[in-house]
């Protein structure tokens, strides 16, 4: 029997779980939010998904220690009308 993909993209998910996060939170609390909605997730998936949404400007990750990072919604300035 074939895997089926899921519903939702994993970058759509990951910016859904920030928002209900109060826009931050740790990447090991990321990917434990995300494994138990979207099933098995790899580091190395959730670090490819995590550098295409900072590249992108819709998310900012920053370094808290060596294993552990802070990962943080960019929200719109509402000064410049986005």
Known sequence: MTELWPVVPLHTLIIESLSRAE????D??????IQSTYGVLT??????????????GLIHVSAV????RRV???LPDASNGL
């Open 43 to 56: 580091r190395r998936e959730l670090n490819k998904a995590l550098l295409r949404l900072e590249v992108n």
């Open 72 to 74: 943080e919604l960019m």
């Open 65 to 68: 220690t060596k294993q552990r």
């Open 28 to 33: 090991d609390e990321l990917q434990h939010v």
């Open 23 to 26: 826009n931050a939170m740790f």
